[in-house]
């Protein structure tokens, strides 16, 4: 489950999505990241099974030069940007506990909206708590303090 502090909507909403996502993202396979340096799909090519020689070679204790280490982990980076822009949402469950008003009637309470997938994406997309207490069924209601959580069914 992701965390963070927030106070309505904003910056740090967004970086609660970002976490959970990455959270929820599959780690770069060592066949993915053998592509990415190789630069070939090709499982069959020299520089495929070179790459991923050193990797497994890597995994199993030996250190390589800080120019390699840097290429893998840049590697990793770019997989994983890559996963970022296809990732679809599972369904989930946003939790938000603090101060939460509904028109002028302020109250410490904490809210479980379970999501559906189509739901989660427009919460993600819009990046608003709005989107999540109108799920909730409760349109007006808004976070005056507290914070956050974002869960994906699994």
């Known amino acids: 489950m992701a965390k963070s ?4 909507s904003g910056s740090s909403l967004s970086s609660t999505i970002n976490r959970a996502v990455n959270k929820a993202l599959p780690a770069p396979t060592r066949s993915e990241v053998a592509q990415k340096l190789a630069g ?14 050193n990797l497994q070679r890597y995994e199993k204790g030996r250190k390589p ?24 949402p599972p369904p989930g469950k946003v939790t938000v506990k603090g101060v939460i008003c509904y028109s002028s009637d302020c109250r410490k309470r904490s809210v479980t909206v379970p999501l559906s997938a189509s739901a989660m994406k427009i919460f993600m997309e819009e990046k608003e708590l709005d989107v999540v207490f109108e799920f909730y069924g409760v349109p007006g209601m ?13």
Do not use: N
């Open 142 to 154: 808004y976070l005056q303090s507290g914070t956050v959580a974002i869960s994906f069914d699994r």
């Open 65 to 88: 030069k800080e120019v390699t280490s840097k290429k893998i982990t840049s590697a990793k980076r770019k997989i994983t940007r890559e996963k970022k822009k296809d990732f679809t």
């Open 40 to 53: 070939t799909t090709d499982k069959k090519s020299t520089a495929y099974k070179s790459a991923m020689r």
């Open 5 to 8: 502090t927030t106070k309505g």
